[in-house]
């Protein structure tokens, strides 16, 4: 099927690693103009030489610093001409309960996985009405729909994603950028090599022991992979999707149980 995304420029933000590389990968798969960010040049180096795409360039951008964005934007559209597609996937996992979360911590996670995405928006949206359209994308973790006592810094921040992708779509629609998130959860990366499960059965069992308890929750019965999410970020970038706005689609083998 051909995704009509041959030509696009598409900006992911933490795309050197996990899902974001994965991504950039797919996307270039397609005949995207990659340009990846991370906060390292070192890591962003070895994420192009993975993607081994003529058509990929990276760029050093804090997300959490709105000058670097807007210095992002900029400097993507100069080596570009345009920014058709945007995924922001900067951010990480922040695992603790209330007493082991500090006020540091959530701050720093709101600003960036709200903050950034926020800023992100605003700098890039005048572009895209200007050019008749784009895709704004925002991967957004399980305990945005399925709070967990163990992620509480996580939970409020994944949920005020959603809200943002909401309110975003219903602003933005009419200019036919289209806004809509992808909601993994129970994919295998380098996120995940690191997280243990808060079931308190399984505290100090091997990530193996703990890995096959995740993948029996699963209806599946699997873990994901990046690719997994990346599939369906091409499609929602892709003219396939042009009746998709404002939607959280669930990439998780059946493993949430919110209907919302």
Same mark, same amino acid.
Request: net charge neutral.
């Given at each position: 099927?051909?995704?009509?995304?041959?030509?696009?420029? @598409?900006?992911?933000?933490?795309?050197?690693?996990?899902?974001?590389?994965?991504?950039?990968?797919?996307?270039?798969?397609?005949?995207?103009?990659?340009? &990846?960010?991370?906060?390292?040049?070192?890591?962003?180096?070895?994420?192009?030489?993975?993607?081994?795409?003529?058509?990929?360039?990276? /760029?050093?951008?804090?997300?959490?610093?709105?000058?670097?964005?807007?210095?992002?934007?900029?400097?993507?559209?100069?080596? !570009?001409?345009?920014?058709?597609?945007?995924?922001?996937? @900067?951010?990480?996992?922040?695992?603790?309960?209330?007493?082991?979360?500090?006020?540091?911590?959530?701050?720093? =996670? /709101?600003?960036?996985?709200?903050?950034?995405?926020?800023?992100?928006?605003?700098?890039?949206?005048?572009?895209?009405?200007?050019?008749?359209?784009?895709? !704004?994308?925002?991967? &957004?973790?399980?305990?945005?729909?399925?709070?967990?006592?163990?992620?509480?810094?996580?939970?409020?921040?994944?949920? $005020?994603?959603?809200?943002?992708?909401?309110?975003?779509?219903?602003?933005?629609?009419?200019?036919? &950028?289209?806004?809509?998130?992808?909601?993994?959860?129970?994919?295998?990366?380098?996120?995940?090599?690191?997280?243990?499960?808060?079931?308190?059965?399984?505290?100090?069992?091997?990530?193996?022991?703990?890995?096959?308890?995740?993948?029996?929750?699963?209806?599946?019965?699997?873990?994901?992979?990046?690719?997994?999410? $990346?599939?369906?970020? @091409? !499609?929602?970038?892709? $003219?396939?999707?042009? !009746? &998709?706005?404002?939607?959280?689609?669930?990439?998780?083998?059946? =493993?949430?149980?919110?209907?919302?």
């Amino acid at each position: 099927m051909d995704l009509g995304l041959s030509g696009k420029t @598409a900006l992911i933000t933490g795309g050197t690693s996990g899902i974001g590389l994965a991504i950039a990968r797919r996307l270039a798969e397609e005949g995207c103009r990659i340009a &990846i960010c991370g906060r390292q040049r070192m890591k962003i180096d070895a994420a192009l030489k993975q993607l081994n795409s003529a058509g990929a360039k990276g /760029f050093v951008a804090d997300v959490c610093k709105p000058a670097d964005i807007a210095a992002l934007i900029d400097d993507v559209t100069k080596t !570009f001409g345009a920014i058709d597609i945007v995924v922001s996937n @900067a951010g990480t996992h922040l695992a603790g309960r209330l007493e082991e979360t500090t006020t540091d911590d959530l701050v720093r =996670h /709101f600003h960036t996985k709200v903050v950034g995405p926020w800023e992100l928006a605003r700098r890039v949206a005048p572009q895209m009405r200007k050019q008749g359209g784009g895709r !704004f994308i925002v991967i &957004i973790g399980q305990v945005g729909k399925v709070p967990q006592a163990n992620a509480i810094a996580s939970a409020i921040t994944n949920a $005020a994603q959603h809200a943002f992708v909401k309110s975003l779509s219903d602003e933005l629609a009419p200019d036919k &950028i289209l806004v809509n998130a992808v909601c993994p959860s129970r994919i295998k990366s380098p996120l995940t090599d690191g997280l243990k499960l808060h079931n308190e059965i399984y505290l100090g069992r091997s990530l193996e022991q703990q890995e096959s308890k995740w993948g029996a929750e699963v209806p599946l019965g699997r873990w994901g992979v990046p690719d997994d999410i $990346a599939d369906a970020v @091409a !499609f929602l970038a892709s $003219a396939r999707a042009e !009746f &998709i706005c404002g939607a959280n689609i669930d990439v998780d083998g059946g =493993h949430q149980r919110s209907i919302f």
